[in-house]
């Protein structure tokens, strides 16, 4: 029924919690499940690729991978 699907988390509990809701429809309806990971603007710093890749990045990573999602680039 939906095909794909797509899920926006954060690096958080929420996010975890909604990626497990996400998964959950994704296996139910045979669905090719896409996920991306958000940041709200304002918290942003100055030198926010690092940041992205030595904080965040790793963080949504971990997410994924309980969930047996792995990364394309």
Not at 19 to 28: G, M, R, S
């Given at each position: 029924?939906?095909?794909p699907?797509?899920?926006a988390i954060e690096a958080s509990p929420e996010g975890k919690k909604v990626?497990?809701?996400?998964?959950?429809?994704?296996?139910?309806f045979g669905?090719?499940?896409i996920v991306i990971n958000v940041l709200?603007?304002?918290l942003l710093p100055r030198d926010y690729q690092k940041s992205l890749r030595?904080?965040?990045v790793p963080?949504?990573?971990k997410i994924a991978?309980?969930?047996d999602i792995t990364r394309k680039n």
């Open positions: 029924m939906y095909k699907l797509l899920c990626l497990a809701t996400a998964t959950q429809l994704a296996k139910c669905s090719k499940l709200p603007y304002t030595e904080d965040a963080k949504i990573e991978a309980s969930f």
